[in-house]
């Protein structure tokens, strides 16, 4: 008998659907400390949404309701401010230079680390210009009034306008880079999209409450999520498929109002910005170390690749059979004959060469039946999967490898 197994997974199994039905574990980040207040003097905040690092570590915060931004240390010193009108998304290339949406007059001001103008543009292209992201060789602007990513060179040259029928209110945005994978958070519709790198829409992730700014850091694997209407930060390490949050509600040391900005120095410093607090607070995450994956851990077996020696389950006695991996659309279709004896899950892995180790997702089954598992939402492409059961906490052996082409 043949059962049909058909969940909605994503592409480097982004399974934010965790949030719909368990609860998420505390990140550990340590309280550094913070600055801020409500006016308009140096260091006061009126109503301010984003905030970006150089890499210097300089913090700049957009001031829209006092039309300027500030730039401030690491740890909240005031160096100096400059006039911004309307100044909402905010963004730092790889040369320092400023980029500074303004929501309200629907055009992007570029400036220098110091403040001094550059040029403007985008006036025509953008509408409600939100927040911004730039990358080596272009900038992007989330499009909360006509919900698109517009994209530019870091000269302001208009390259494209991009969107997805899900698309819905589009507020942070930042990239995978080593993959040209998008991230796009959708405000008004609680949720998470991802885009390839020719800006192909994924599956949408409900389970978040408002998501606003995003952040990735590029050495670690990690997403910081801005969950402005759950006043929290998601923690999301993405190749170990890990997801943890931290913060509540509150003006407090590690308490949040409102939290609409984050931002990341690479060195394991984590800036929030709090539109109800009107402050930045600032944390090291102690867990930001360069990352490799060698073991995909199971969302639902309850192990993580240190805990093995402790397990006292049996191991699985055999891998799994996976004896073929069928294109489908943009899915693939494992079929498989599970392991003997006791299990009760299955761990796929799979990734883009023969190792097929980057990315992996876990479902449960306990039956002997042969079995056939789709994972959908595949960018087009060549694909490599592996299987291996696991009974409890205990893993078993991945069965080989099968490659197959997505078109």
Known sequence: MLKNFNKVLVFCVFSLLFLLSRDVAFAELNYVGQWGSIGTGEGQFGESYNLALDSEGNVYVADAANDRVQKFTADGEFLLEFEAPYAVGITVDFQDNI???????????????????????????????????????????????????????????????????????????????????????NFMTDYLQIFD????????????????????????????????????????????????????????????????????????????????????????????????????????????????ASCTDAMPTNAPNLFSVLPQGLSAVLNFVPVSGSNSSYVISYGFDANADLFATSFNYSGTDVMSYSVNHLFPGIWYFKIRGQNGCMPGEWSEAKRVRIL
């Open 99 to 185: 980029y500074v949406s303004s929501m309200l007059s629907n055009v992007i001001f570029k400036y220098s680390s110091d403040g001094e103008y550059i040029t403007e543009f985008g006036n025509g292209f953008v509408a409600s210009p939100i927040y911004l992201y730039a990358d080596s060789s272009y900038l992007y602007a989330s499009n909360a009034n006509n919900n698109t990513i517009s994209q530019f060179d870091l000269d302001g040259n208009f390259v494209d306008n991009w969107s997805s029928d899900e698309m819905s209110f589009p507020w942070g945005i930042d990239q995978m880079e080593e993959y040209g994978i998008f991230f796009v958070a």
């Open 197 to 308: 790198s020719e800006h192909a829409s994924g599956p949408t992730f409900n389970g978040y409450a408002s998501p606003a700014g995003l952040a990735y850091d590029q050495e670690a694997n990690v997403l910081y999520v801005a969950n402005t209407g759950a006043n929290n930060i998601v923690r999301w390490d993405v190749l170990n498929n890990e997801i943890t949050s931290f913060g509540a509600s509150g003006s407090g040391d590690g308490q949040f109002d409102t939290p609409t900005g984050v931002a990341i120095d690479g060195n394991g410093l984590v800036y929030v910005y709090e539109l109800g607090n009107r402050r930045v607070q600032y944390f090291i995450d102690t867990e930001i170390t360069p990352l490799s994956i060698t073991e995909p851990s199971s969302s639902s077996g309850g192990s993580s690749p240190n805990s093995f």
